[in-house]
T-cell receptor
Framework: GQQVMQIPQYQHVQEGEDFTTYCNSSTTLSNIQWYKQRPGGHPVFLIQLVKSGEVKKQKRLTFQFGEAKKNSSLHITATQTTDVGTYFC?????????????FGKGTLLTVNP | DADVTQTPRNRITKTGKRIMLECSQTKGHDRMYWYRQDPGLGLRLIYY???????NKGEISDGYSVSRQAQAKFSLSLESAIPNQTALYFCATSDRLVRDTQYFGPGTRLTVL
C-alpha cells in the first residue's frame, strides 16, 4: 500500500536546540497534514499543506512541503519543554483514494530542560 | 476535542470476551474512523465510514467489526478478544470539505489478558 516514511523515530534534544522531523513518499502527495500528540493525549491537528513548495509558520514551528510534493518537514526552533510529544505527518496520495489518510509512524520528541 | 467522546476510557478484559468500544461526536461530520495505536507503529486504520450506509475496511480490520448506528455514533467491536489486540484505540471524525482533517477522541486503552 501507499506509505509515508517518517524520520527520525526518536529525537532527544536539550531545551533551546532545534528539531526537525521529515516525511517522505515515493509517490506524489495531494496534501500533507501534521499532528501533535502529547504524552497520554490524543493527536491534535496542527496544519495542512497543499501547494508545491508551500511554507507555513506557527510561532516557532515551520512546515514545508517539497517542490515535488513527495516530502515534507516540520522544524521547531529553540525547543521548549512544552514541545514534548509525538509528531505525525499524514497524507493523501494523488491518484489514489482521496478520502483516506496515511499516517507516518511519528517522531517522538523529548526535551531535556 | 470534547466534541468527540469515547467510552470506556480504559478496559481490561480476558481472552475470548466480546468487547464494544463506543464513539460519539457532536461535530456534525459525516465521516468517522477507528484507529489503533501501538508503540512504534503509529496510527493504523481499522475501519472507516463516510456516512451511515457506507462502511469500509482499513488496513487492519481482521478480528474487528463496526456499526454506524447514526451519523453521530460509530462503535467498534472485538468479537473474541485476543492479547495482541491490546492497544490504544482512537475514534476520529473528519469533514471532507477541509480535506479530511481528523478530529480525534481521547482514546480507549484496552488490555486483553
Amino acid at each position: 500500500g501507499q506509505q509515508v516514511m517518517q524520520i527520525p523515530q526518536y529525537q532527544h534534544v536539550q531545551e533551546g536546540e532545534d528539531f526537525t522531523t521529515y516525511c517522505n513518499s515515493s509517490t506524489t502527495l495531494s496534501n500533507i497534514q501534521w499532528y501533535k500528540q502529547r504524552p497520554g493525549g490524543h493527536p491534535v491537528f496542527l496544519i495542512q499543506l497543499v501547494k508545491s513548495g508551500e511554507v507555513k509558520k506557527q510561532k516557532r514551528l515551520t512546515f514545508q512541503f517539497g517542490e515535488a510534493k513527495k516530502n515534507s518537514s516540520l522544524h521547531i526552533t529553540a525547543t521548549q519543554t512544552t514541545d514534548v510529544g509525538t509528531y505525525f505527518c499524514a497524507a493523501h496520495h494523488s491518484g489514489g483514494s482521496n478520502y483516506k489518510l496515511t499516517f507516518g509512524k511519528g517522531t517522538l520528541l523529548t526535551v531535556n530542560p | 476535542d470534547a466534541d468527540v467522546t469515547q467510552t470506556p476510557r480504559n478496559r481490561i478484559t480476558k481472552t475470548g470476551k466480546r468487547i464494544m468500544l463506543e464513539c460519539s461526536q457532536t461535530k456534525g461530520h459525516d465521516r468517522m474512523y477507528w484507529y489503533r495505536q501501538d508503540p512504534g507503529l503509529g496510527l493504523r486504520l481499522i475501519y472507516y465510514s463516510f456516512d451511515v450506509k457506507d462502511i469500509n475496511k482499513g488496513e487492519i480490520s481482521d478480528g474487528y467489526s463496526v456499526s454506524r448506528q447514526a451519523q453521530a455514533k460509530f462503535s467498534l467491536s472485538l468479537e473474541s478478544a485476543i492479547p495482541n489486540q491490546t492497544a490504544l484505540y482512537f475514534c476520529a471524525t473528519s469533514d471532507r470539505l477541509v480535506r479530511d482533517t481528523q478530529y480525534f477522541g481521547p482514546g480507549t486503552r484496552l488490555t486483553v489478558l
